[in-house]
């Protein structure tokens, strides 16, 4: 195959095109499952069937991180040590997929805000968040793509990322929550005044044709608000990118892992937002792990980038010890299912009736 087709074999950011275009056929198999298969009709889509997908998706991102274990051949040009690369591999993959996972948190709420301001049917989100995951497919390619390229080629990007996370960090806590107004949004003002728009959602159709308000008697294209839906949460998913790829590139620099990471941490979303989004409110604590996370993970680039690297003494040897990734997973995990209990046990409603303890 490789010899008939020897493009396959060039490699592309460190690895051969054929592993790229695997695991893209791999997602685009999972997606055909889904909506060709399991949700082929509209519906709403239950919190028990939803729990059920976003186990199975986790349940395939674990497994992968057994093959980038075992199987996958990193580029030593991506690690900071040559020695057990796979094990480096793994556990950068991990530190990025629940990083991007928790960072999704935040899109829930605003999805949340855009089906409502749409009046989207619950019938009828399933089909807008599964063309915008492809959507998002398509994006995080182009961003990591452009993130790599530059990171790798000029590594002191690294520390204007590491002001970024721990400025969107202080941000996250003390700069008030993430509100998007739509009523004065530019692109949807765009859109209104350059397409035609039917007033009302015509089933779960993103065009549909009718007559010409010209009055020529043809019958021509008009967008539906689900398409204007489908726009919104695609621009959603680009200014929570700007947020995520940075973060995902200071765990990691070998772009098939941020890529891998970031997908399979995307295609949870869908089925996260089914399972969450009436219980979202009660993880109100989460953002303040979060943005630790996000101010910690800035100090490490600081930290190895900087003082590893720049603080040596007459011999070389560094006067400072290298943090290894274990801890950015490990600080990850605490900081993130931490603030996930105390957000559940503080917003638990009591028995009797009574509010949640005052914060």
Do not use: C
């Amino acid at each position: 195959m490789l010899e008939s087709l020897p493009f396959l074999g060039a490699a592309y950011a460190g690895q051969p095109v054929w592993l790229w275009m695997g695991f893209l056929a791999f997602i685009g198999f999972l997606l055909w499952i889904d909506l060709g298969v399991v949700n082929n009709k509209d519906g709403v889509v239950s919190a028990k069937k939803s729990a059920a997908m976003w186990a199975s998706f986790a349940a395939l991102a674990i497994a992968f991180g057994g093959y980038v274990y075992f199987v996958y051949a990193p580029d030593p040009a991506y690690y900071m040590s040559p020695d057990n690369l796979n094990q480096q591999a793994v556990l950068q993959y991990f530190t990025g997929y629940l990083l991007e996972t928790a960072l999704a948190f935040d899109n829930i709420f605003v999805i949340g805000m855009i089906f409502t301001f749409f009046a989207v049917p619950r019938e009828y989100q399933h089909r807008v968040l599964f063309w915008g995951i492809m959507g998002a497919i398509v994006f995080r390619a182009i961003f990591i793509s452009l993130g790599a390229a530059i990171v790798n080629e000029f590594t002191w990007v690294l520390f204007i990322f590491a002001a970024f996370l721990i400025f969107t960090g202080w941000k996250m806590v003390f700069g008030g929550d993430h509100e998007m107004d739509l009523h004065q949004n530019p692109v949807l003002k765009f859109l209104r005044k350059r397409l035609r728009v039917t007033d009302t959602i015509e089933n779960h159709n993103f065009f549909v044709r009718r007559p010409d308000p010209r009055g020529t008697g043809r019958l021509v294209l008009f967008a539906t608000p689900l398409f204007l839906t489908l726009v919104m949460v695609e621009v959603v998913d680009v200014i929570f990118a700007v947020d995520s790829v940075p973060a995902i590139f200071a765990v990691t620099k070998d772009p098939f892992i941020v890529y891998t990471s970031n997908i399979f941490a995307i295609l949870g979303l869908r089925s996260m937002y089914f399972m969450l989004a009436e219980a979202v409110a009660r993880f109100k604590y989460l953002k303040y792990g979060l943005s630790l996370v996000l101010v910690l993970i800035g100090v490490k680039i600081i930290w190895n980038f900087g003082l590893y690297k720049g603080w040596q003494d007459l011999t070389g040897e560094a006067l400072v010890p290298y943090l290894e990734p274990q801890w950015s997973l490990l600080a990850t995990l605490l900081l993130i299912g931490g603030s996930m209990l105390y957000s559940w046990i503080r917003t638990h409603q009591p028995r009797d009736g009574a509010a949640p303890p005052a914060v």
